[in-house]
């Protein structure tokens, strides 16, 4: 597990620290001045001198005294300035992994529209023509709408000609229907299923503070339509869904705006029924389930 905070604005922080140490060292050196001036003047009492040979010695007295002070004041600032230097190195290379994560995830979001744009759905329309007889005809239909074409077809009809009176979600049946669906439309959704588990995956196996990943983790969810979540809702029930998508779906809150229409059962969005309750929460409220400690997900 991997203990976290929010993030600090660590721009303003190293100026603050840089303005510190340079004030550190203007202090050191016009302080020593003073200081030594007054110990001289409250020592030697008197005019100033108007004979060259005592201005040499307190020259020599400054100098001998003051360089010291000066050369560490100096060698504070070489210090500050390495610093400065070492930070401004890590901005940038924090700067170009950051432009790295951001093309690999815009390309990820690209391949999964483009699966998605390419998806289709044969469905079975039946026509009644008269009393002995009806018309069957197949429709095909392509993009997003495939996946509401199959919950309601593949799931929720189903579902609903063969519904039990349970008090509770039915786990098994749904197994089964997805089980269904696999089988039938497995060729077209395995793909789709895969790059989104690569793309939530990418996100969370990226080196950024978790508000980042969590951040891209919404924007990815947010291209997901309602029937999406519904199918993947389901999907993450059985098979490599529940072992490694399922997790990502707890931990970055992707059920959030599913809503009960969109659920063969309203009881399934319930915290513990299907899943944890931080499937269905922002990200303040999973801060405060984890109580300040991140989920390692397994193979982090």
Do not use: C
């Not at 721009?11 to 016009?30: K, S």
């Not at 004041?73 to 290379?93: G, H, K, M, T």
């Not at 709408?145 to 189903?158: T, W």
């Amino acid at each position: 597990m991997r203990r976290f905070g929010r993030p600090e604005d660590f721009v303003a922080q190293r100026r603050r620290l840089f303005r510190r140490y340079l004030r550190v060292a203007l202090y050191l050196g016009a302080g020593g001045w003073l200081i030594l001036i007054g110990l001289y003047l409250y020592e030697f009492h008197g005019a100033l001198s108007a004979r060259p040979e005592d201005w040499g010695v307190f020259g020599d007295y400054l100098g001998g005294v003051l360089s010291p002070i000066l050369a560490f004041a100096s060698f504070v600032v070489v210090l500050v300035s390495l610093y400065e230097n070492r930070i401004q190195a890590a901005d940038e290379r924090r700067a170009r992994g950051m432009e790295t994560v951001m093309t690999a995830f815009t390309r990820l979001l690209e391949r999964v529209t483009e699966v998605v744009r390419d998806l289709r759905y044969e469905r079975t329309r039946v026509t009644p023509v008269g009393l002995a007889a009806a018309a069957a005809s197949v429709d095909e239909v392509r993009g997003r709408e495939v996946f509401r074409y199959m919950f309601v077809e593949a799931l929720k009809v189903p579902y609903s000609h063969d519904r039990s009176a349970r008090d509770t979600p039915e786990r098994e049946r749904y197994v089964a229907l997805m089980k269904d669906l696999d089988a039938d439309w497995g060729y077209e959704l395995g793909v789709y299923f895969r790059l989104l588990n690569h793309l939530f995956t990418f996100v969370d196996m990226a080196t950024l503070s978790l508000d980042e990943r969590t951040r891209l983790a919404n924007f990815a969810r947010a291209q997901l339509s309602s029937y999406e979540l519904s199918i993947l809702f389901y999907n993450s029930l059985w098979g490599e869904g529940r072992e490694t998508f399922k997790p990502l779906a707890e931990k970055y809150g992707l059920f959030k705006h599913l809503h009960a229409e969109h659920v063969l059962d309203p009881r399934d969005l319930a915290p513990g029924a299907l899943f944890a309750e931080t499937a269905f929460v922002g990200f303040d409220r999973r801060l405060e389930i984890w109580k300040g400690v991140e989920p390692t997900l397994e193979g982090e």
